[in-house]
């Protein structure tokens, strides 16, 4: 077996990962960024991303790269729709270009950073198996490939089931009661015009009685769309050879009653559809200091989506984890000691906002509690 030391080693090639790897860079520091996918394009990256004035914005100027993300932000994809059930449009709302959540593709902001890093940075198809500590702060990590590291500086920025947390917490994610159907309509205007209108330019949101659909108009023209609803681990029952259709049939029936242009969204769907459980950590996670050894993202502070805050503060943490780490360069200790208490106060309070996020979507009327959250807002 392969062994190699890395002065500091990232587990995850996610946003946070990264961004904690580009602004180390900035400041002189080398970092080792390993991710068990076997390449940068190995799967598409996900949906959009609103990147925020305070949080993931911040974190892209500390990297250095305010002028790239600007250049990949998508024109018009902060307008907002909100409807009900009978698809009534309760709220219309353009990008006016005055809002401070500019919506840019995840695989964009992901190719930014990657393209950001020096060759070499990250070591791809690197699956962790194990993870165990050396003594004296140190760590080695032992991938499926056979190869082994070890480092004075393990982050673990490897998401919600994350290998390096047992070495911090014994807290695992818990389900939060809601499940997704995501769902995807390719070439939306010219293939699925009723659905391009109804779902219009940017964030879409049609909400009762513990069941919605949250869904983006993507920068490519498809529309990226989650059925999502408040049920048991045990939906749909087991389907057996025919799953692909059996899901289908059961997030239909789900939605029984809905408007047809509604229900469409996911009969009209390309494509397989993809069952997502929604898991959270509980709010407030937090760890004693334990050498060595840190976590940042969802791997320290996984929360459901329904704030818009988890990519955000995965890269906040990532540029305030390099930040203290280049300004105590002799005391490692004391950065990841600031670092941790910075982070858990601010992902105590996101991960707060939202889980009652989740009650008001997921509640008795949506609908108007959203409208008085997004009018008041203005």
Excluded: C
């Amino acid at each position: 077996m392969t062994t190699t030391h890395h002065p500091l080693a990232v587990l995850g090639g996610g946003l946070g990962g990264l961004l904690l790897a580009r602004v180390l860079h900035v400041h002189g520091i080398p970092a080792a960024v390993f991710d068990l996918e076997p390449g940068p394009e190995a799967r598409t990256q996900g949906g959009m991303l609103d990147i925020h004035h305070d949080s993931g914005q911040p974190a892209l100027a500390a990297a250095g790269l305010t002028e790239g993300f600007r250049a990949i932000v998508h024109p018009g994809g902060q307008a907002l729709r909100l409807l009900g059930p009978d698809a009534t449009v309760h709220l219309a709302e353009p990008d006016d270009d005055t809002g401070g959540r500019p919506e840019v593709d995840r695989g964009d902001l992901r190719d930014l950073l990657l393209g950001s890093l020096p060759a070499g940075t990250v070591h791809w198809g690197r699956k962790a198996v194990a993870v165990e500590p050396l003594g004296g702060g140190r760590h080695r990590v032992a991938f499926a490939d056979g190869s082994a590291i070890t480092t004075d500086l393990l982050v673990g920025a490897d998401g919600a089931w994350s290998k390096v947390r047992p070495l911090l917490s014994a807290a695992r994610p818990a389900y939060t009661g809601v499940s997704f159907v995501e769902a995807d309509l390719h070439d939306a205007a010219r293939r699925h015009p009723g659905a391009a209108a109804l779902v219009g330019g940017g964030m879409f949101m049609a909400l009762g009685d513990g069941r919605g659909f949250l869904g983006h108009l993507e920068s490519d023209g498809s529309i990226h769309v989650y059925a999502a609803l408040r049920t048991g681990e045990d939906w749909p029952p087991a389907t057996g050879p025919a799953g692909a259709a059996a899901l289908r049939d059961a997030a239909l029936a789900a939605f029984t009653g809905w408007a047809d242009p509604l229900r469409a969204l996911i009969a009209d769907a390309d494509d397989e559809l993809t069952l997502r459980r929604i898991h959270a950590l509980p709010v407030g996670h937090r760890w004693e200091r334990v050498p060595g050894v840190t976590l940042l993202g969802d791997a320290a502070h996984l929360m459901s989506p329904f704030a818009g805050e988890g990519a955000n503060l995965a890269m906040q943490d990532g540029a305030e984890l390099a930040l203290a780490l280049a300004a105590r360069p002799d005391d490692p200790e004391a950065a990841l000691h600031a670092y941790e208490q910075d982070m858990f106060a601010r992902a105590e309070a996101s991960a707060a906002e939202s889980a009652a996020s989740l009650e008001l979507m997921f509640g008795p009327d949506p609908v108007a509690g959203l409208l008085e959250v997004f009018t008041g807002a203005r």
